[in-house]
């Protein structure tokens, strides 16, 4: 059986290699450090890890079986040619939390006027006259998958009352307060302190947060996007953000064709928006976490057990 790993931004550790190599003496791992050196090893590989060259490689591909992303998005692989191939495809959710403590730093920061304070220190001013905002009370979490999930627990440790907007209402989450669907979620709007964005990417969510959205929203109010960029008007939250309609906003993302942001974009010099270049994911352990979780999966998959985090194909979402 082979293996073929493509892991990006960085490549597998040697040891991570060699744990993966002793769960099976037949098994051939190959780390390909090329696209070049990717398709020449993707027309033996039953296995891909990682997906840094998959659409290159899955033309020149015939025997595979399994695909496991490295990321919790899938939504920039190709899981329609996937789907149709029979292909299974596996996503890693474990930085989630991670995630969800970075949301959660960007709308304590907006709330405190921390970037004001790091202007003033750069300045050498001592003002204590500060864009403070009013306390949140209310939570809304557009999008109720593992980041959403995951950002529900600390909010209400914080003293929120926290609303989930989920597809459909199809289950209890015991760690939201209350629970809306695509119906019913703007209601939710006008009372809602603190908004955040952690929406997959699909043809239902691209501008779901529009203008009418974020006019919705008390004037006090923060957005903090780290799901997809694709799922907020950026041209209206720029008119919303430079007329004082908002506390402030802050993006981890922006749509895939800004990314990386250019230096004269108008993101950049829009009053009270703070942004982070899609880093809430990363960590010093984020390596390791993703390598053990990996490790586990090839072990599930040799052993013919179920894989975890299976995509399923993708549906009209919330």
Known sequence: ?????????????????GRLR???????????????????AGGTAEI????????????????????????????HLPESVLATRGIVLTRFTGASELVARHALALAWALTRGLPTLARQHEAATWAKTLPLLPSPARALILGTGPIGRALAPPLRAHGLHVTGVKRRLDGALPDFDALLDRSTWRTALSSADWCFLTLPHTPDTVNMID???????????????????????????IRVLEEGRLGGAALDVVPHALDPLPPD?????????????HVAGHDPTRGPMVE???????????????????????APAV
């Open 265 to 277: 974009h108008p993101l950049w010099t829009t009053p009270r928006l703070l942004i982070s270049p």
């Open 22 to 40: 002793a769960l099976d003496p037949q098994l051939r791992v190959t780390v390909a450090s090329s696209e070049a050196e990717a398709r020449a």
């Open 211 to 237: 203008e009418a959205a974020l006019r919705a929203l008390p004037p006090h109010a923060v957005v903090v996007n780290v799901g997809r960029g694709e799922t907020l008007d950026l041209a209206a939250l």
């Open 1 to 17: 059986m082979h293996v073929l790993l493509m892991y990006t931004p960085d490549p597998p550790s040697a040891a991570h290699v």
């Open 48 to 75: 891909i890890l990682g997906q840094r060259y998959l659409r290159q490689v899955l033309p020149q591909a015939p025997h595979l079986r399994w695909v496991q992303s490295t990321s919790g998005g899938t939504d």
């Open 292 to 314: 053990a979780f990996v490790e586990a999966q090839v072990a599930r998959y040799l052993a013919g057990e179920p894989l975890h985090n299976v995509v399923a194909p993708r």
